[in-house]
C-alpha cells in the first residue's frame, strides 16, 4: 500500500534543501537517520562529514547515531534488539557482502545483478548466485566497482581543488553509486534516481553541438519509456527484454557518465539552462 521509498525520497530531498541553506548539522542528522532505515543513504551523511566538516557536524553525526541505537533498543527491548543486528548480520551482511551473493531476478537492477542476466541467462531468476560460481563475472564486477569508485573519487578531488562545498551532480553519483554497488536494487527502491535525473535535465540542448542533441534527446526518451514501461502497457515481452538486459542499470551507468563529462568540462555553465548558477552543478 506503501513504498517507503518515497518517504525516503522526501527526507533526502530535505537534506539537500538543508546544506543549501548551510545548515549541516540538521542535515547531516537527516541522513544518518535514514541510514538506519535504508543503508544507502548513509554515502550522504558522509559527504556532509567530508565536506562541511566541523565539531558541531562531528557531534551531530555521533548523537544522531547513538539516538538512533538507542530509541530501537528501549522500544523493543535489549534482547529483542541484539537479536535484530544478529538476524541483520545473518541475513544481509553475511551473503550480501561478505559472500558476495547476487540475486539475478528480473526487479533486481544492481550493477552485478544486471552482468549476471546478462552474461548468463542461465541464472535468470536465480536469487543465489555468487561470483565464486562464475570466475570471468566476478572480476567483471570487481573491475567495474573499481572503475566507478575511482571515477566517483576523481569527481570528489575536482570539487575540493575548485573549493566547492556543494554539487548537484556530484550528490546524484553518490546515489548512483550506491544503487549501482547495491546487492538489492528493487525496482521500488529507484524512486529515489529521480533526483539523479535532474543534472542531466538542467542542459539546455540547444546549446549541444549535433551530436550532442542526439545523445541528449535519446536519453530522454529512455528515462520517459521506462517511466512508462510494464507488462501492461509494453507487453509481457518488452518489460522481460528491458529486466533481463537490465535498461535500468544502463540508464544508471549513463547518468554516471554525464555526471563525469560535467566534472572534465572547464565551462559546464555554457551547456546549462540560463540563469542556472554552474557552481551547484
Known sequence: MFNINYFLFFFILLGIHFLLRDKQKGSIAIFTILGFVKL?????????LFFRFSKRVLLSFFFT???????????RGPDRWVEDHREYFREVLTPYVKEGRICATATNHSLKAAYAKALHPEARENA?????DYQGLARLIYLSQLVLLGML???????LRRGSRFSLSFLSSLLLFMHLYSGLTWSAHLVTMSFCILPFLLIDPGKLTYAGKTFWFSFLFIILALSLEGSDTFGRSVYSAVRYWDVYTLLML???GFNFWLMIRKNPEHVLRDGLDATLI
Not at 40 to 48: C, E, M, N, Q, T
Not at 67 to 74: E, G, R
Not at 128 to 132: L, T
Open 40 to 48: 544507502l543513504p548513509i554515502a550522504l551523511a558522509f559527504y556532509v
Open 65 to 75: 547515531i547513538l539516538l538512533c541505537l538507542a530509541l530501537p533498543a528501549l522500544i
Open 128 to 132: 543465489n548466485v555468487y561470483p565464486a
Open 153 to 159: 573519487a576523481a569527481r570528489g578531488i575536482v570539487l
Open 254 to 256: 549513463l547518468l554516471f
